[in-house]
């Protein structure tokens, strides 16, 4: 494979207003974080960086956010030289959706590097343009033997714990970009709408954490100026930026991005909230999302604000995309005898049954948002993701993935494996019916890594209904541990072109890997 371009940092006009290693936590104000849409003079930026996303092996999504109303210009080529580039002419840009725009490219080789730079445009003057800004990417590959290689995790400015100019930022994000990975599964919680980030924190230790602050990160987000803003929050960080311009992203969303522990038609009591109407509050941020996440159409407000989709990355590897957010029942102690709309919706389930059973491919990565077997609590009595800490049969939203786990088992469907992150920690649950109280299912594996810029949080009990057996677990003794206290997790999945095996590895910041698992292609389960 070709080796990837350089990218350049912004320049002097950029919206941070001094480097994040500046000695003193800084706040932006609205008018150059939120919005320097209005400040016409010069010419347009794109200082928030580039994106890809929705890479196949012949088409992508590439996004950009400009300063000013612009129109979207993209060149692509085989090299970084840009010798017989071709010219891609993208969307008028403007205040609609925050001076947010992509452009699709198709037509693109499979298995291949793919060098772009992107221009703005002034629409009133074509002669006036920013300076370009770099990114590369690889399509998926047409080819069994070349093999996938990518990355997951999820949370992402969690608990306070921000953008940090003394520890070099979202440092984590240069270490995963230096590993090359195909493309970056994030599994939720990809901002924090609902948590406010504070100039500075007192450590346990006695040290002090310092963030960089933005207007709409001291409070939390109702408003659709507000969701983008957290959105943009991230972007300010040029770790995540550089990430974003070699590495394209398939992005799920989870409780975070609207409010803690949300579920459709609940009424929030929190007294932080004017908007008590959470669905209000979604429909603001799905729309957000989908300005700042270079996905399909079909995934955004267009669309119906649908997030679950799959995504085919060659003839080894199929991404089930799920969203156990958007359809699921009332958090409740989830004891039901009957329950058809469970955490995924029955139309949903029904989807990802269907699409299980037409998949070729090798192995079918389930990217759930929430984990299976580990009992999340939302209170004193309710529970907030499957397990509910019964360890009899199914019950609640249980029943709905029993269904699903039968269905696997029946159709002899191979090769899947369930990655998630949510709870801050990392770990490895294999799942067996010989362990279980339901038993009508064949063995499968769980793999939770994360936080990627959050707090860390002791291990979750596990629920025997599924029979999950923690073979690996590195979590702190604490809650809310500080990214300067202990490392941030990521995992990686590296499936091999010749001989078809999976291997997982669980991986800590600072390069160390935590626990390694070999799957073999074409099981039932193993």
Not at 278 to 306: K, T
Not at 396 to 422: F, N, P, S, Y
Request: glycine residues 10%; hydrophobic residues 35%; proline residues 7%.
């Amino acid at each position: 494979m070709s080796s990837r371009t350089h990218v350049p940092h912004p320049g002097r006009r950029t919206v941070l207003r001094g480097s994040l290693l500046a000695s003193a936590a800084v706040t932006l104000p609205a008018t150059v974080a939120a919005a320097p849409a209005f400040a016409l003079s010069g010419r347009p930026s794109a200082a928030w960086g580039v994106q890809t996303g929705a890479v196949t092996s012949s088409s992508a999504l590439v996004w950009v956010r400009s300063d000013r109303p612009a129109h979207m210009l993209v060149e692509t080529a085989a090299t970084g030289s840009f010798r017989r580039a071709r010219i891609w002419h993208g969307p008028l840009i403007g205040s609609r959706t925050d001076f947010t725009g992509t452009t699709s490219l198709y037509g693109l080789p499979p298995g291949e590097q793919v060098h772009y730079r992107v221009t703005l445009v002034d629409p009133h003057d074509p002669r006036r343009t920013g300076r370009p800004v770099y990114g590369s990417f690889r399509t998926a590959p047409a080819r069994r033997r070349d093999g996938v290689r990518f990355l997951w995790s999820g949370d992402i400015a969690g608990q306070g714990w921000g953008i940090n100019p003394d520890i070099g930022g979202y440092r984590v994000y240069d270490e995963m970009r230096r590993l090359d990975p195909d493309f970056f599964l994030c599994s939720g919680d990809s901002i924090y709408a609902d948590g406010v980030i504070e100039p500075s924190v007192t450590l346990p230790d006695g040290r002090i954490w310092r963030n960089i602050t933005t207007e709409e990160k001291a409070k939390v987000a109702e408003t659709l100026d507000e969701y983008r803003g957290n959105f943009r929050y991230n972007l300010l960080d040029e770790n995540v930026r550089a990430f974003n311009a070699q590495v394209p992203s398939i992005v799920q969303w989870d409780d975070h991005e609207v409010r803690n522990n949300w579920y459709p038609g609940q009424i929030l009591d929190d007294p932080r909230y004017t908007e008590k109407n959470v669905d209000v509050l979604a429909a603001r941020s799905v729309r957000a999302f989908s300005e700042y996440v270079p996905a399909p159409a079909a995934h955004g407000p267009s669309g119906g604000g649908r997030m679950y989709r799959v995504v085919r990355h060659g003839p080894l590897l199929d991404v089930f995309v799920l969203d156990m957010r958007s359809f699921r029942n009332a958090n409740s102690p989830g004891r039901q005898a009957d329950d058809t709309t469970g955490i995924l919706g029955a139309e949903q389930l029904d989807w990802l049954k269907r699409e299980l059973s037409r998949s070729r491919a090798t192995w079918k990565v389930i990217a759930a948002d929430m984990p299976l077997g580990l009992v999340v609590p939302d209170g004193a009595t309710n529970f907030e993701a499957v397990a509910q800490g019964d360890p009899g049969a199914p019950l609640g939203r249980e029943l709905q993935v029993a269904e699903l786990l039968r269905h696997i088992k029946r159709g002899r469907i191979t090769g899947t494996v369930w990655l998630t992150a949510d709870v801050h920690y990392t770990s490895a649950q294999h799942y067996s019916p010989e362990r279980a109280a339901f038993k009508d299912f064949a063995p499968f594996w769980e793999f939770v890594s994360g936080p990627l810029a959050a707090g860390g949080f002791p291990a979750n009990k596990l629920d025997a209904t599924f029979g999950p057996d923690r073979v690996f677990l590195r979590a702190p003794e604490r809650a809310n541990v500080s990214p300067m206290e202990s490392p941030q997790y990521f995992g990686e999945v590296d499936i091999d072109g010749d001989s078809g095996e999976l291997t997982v590895r669980l991986r800590a910041q600072g390069g160390t890997v935590l626990f390694s698992k070999v799957l073999q292609p074409g099981l039932t389960g193993q």
